[in-house]
């Protein structure tokens, strides 16, 4: 997947080779934190030469897809001045293109408070927040998507409390990609600076319900302003890694 021609759809603009996809913007109703008003859609861009996103890290496959699957720990996110942001998930397409459904877990230092969420999304609407599940650093978190019919089931389930969500959606995007991602989110527009968070084991990874036999090459560092934030480490088995925060 490395060399492969990465191209960049929808709203498109070039920086020093960088292909940035950009979703709709979003409103406040798809708030995380209603309080802050911040509005979060999922989105990649990717350097040709190398696998880096402004926003992604983590590892990404492309083929064909009807479900995936991730079990990662919620990690602890380090408060302080200002605010920024993570999230950690398991996606189907956006990648290739501008649509995305995915599934995951928010973790954000907003001014010096740690918040935490568990989520969902369709681009281009902003996240749905999941508010039947309370969400602690440590937790242990599957996420799934899976295809029937014409319709996908999103469901999310914290492993340390035995609660799970579930709601099933239709979704219409080539299923040509699946992700395995930490992310900095963009929030009201603008990608976020990525929060300082504790290292993120993902393991049991499946697509189509087999080992995705991941390699170095999948693998995309969040880099920023010539920063690297957010690395994953070489594949175990094919189908786990971890994440670290290096800023």
Same mark, same amino acid.
């Given at each position: ?35 802050t008003?911040?509005?979060?859609? &999922? ?59 995915q ?10 408070t ?21 969400? &602690? ?10 295809k ?19 709601i ?17 989110p963009?929030?009201?527009g ?10 993120v ?17 999948d ?6 302003? #010539? ?9 175990? #088995? #094919? ?7 290096? #800023?």
């Amino acid at each position: 997947m490395g060399n492969k021609s990465l191209r960049a759809v929808a709203a498109v603009g070039f920086t020093a080779g960088l292909a940035l996809i950009v979703a709709p913007a979003a409103n406040g109703s798809g708030s995380v934190h209603s309080a802050t008003a911040n509005a979060r859609d &999922h989105v990649i861009s990717h350097t040709r030469s190398a696998q880096q996103s402004s926003n992604w890290s983590g590892y990404a496959e492309t083929g064909s897809y009807t479900s995936a699957t991730a079990t990662w720990n919620v990690p602890t996110v380090t408060t302080g001045s200002g605010s920024q942001y993570s999230s950690d998930w398991v996606g189907i397409d956006g990648y290739n293109n501008s649509n995305l459904i995915q599934t995951g877990t928010e973790q954000d230092n907003i001014n010096g408070t740690a918040e935490y969420q568990a989520w969902w999304e369709i681009l281009p609407a902003a996240e749905t927040p999941i508010s039947s599940l309370t969400i &602690h650093p440590g937790d242990s978190i599957t996420g799934s998507l899976t295809k029937s019919s014409s319709k996908w089931t999103i469901k999310l389930t914290d492993n340390t409390t035995g609660k799970s969500y579930s709601i099933s959606k239709s979704y219409s995007g080539p299923a040509d990609s699946v992700e395995y991602i930490q992310e900095a989110p963009e929030v009201n527009g603008s990608i976020a600076k990525p929060a300082d968070i504790s290292k993120v084991t993902f393991s049991g990874l499946t697509e189509n319900g087999s080992n995705p036999n991941l390699t170095s090459s999948d693998a995309i560092d969040l880099v920023q302003n #010539g920063t690297t934030y957010y690395t994953p480490s070489a594949p175990s #088995g #094919g189908n786990s890694f971890s994440d670290s925060y290096t #800023g």
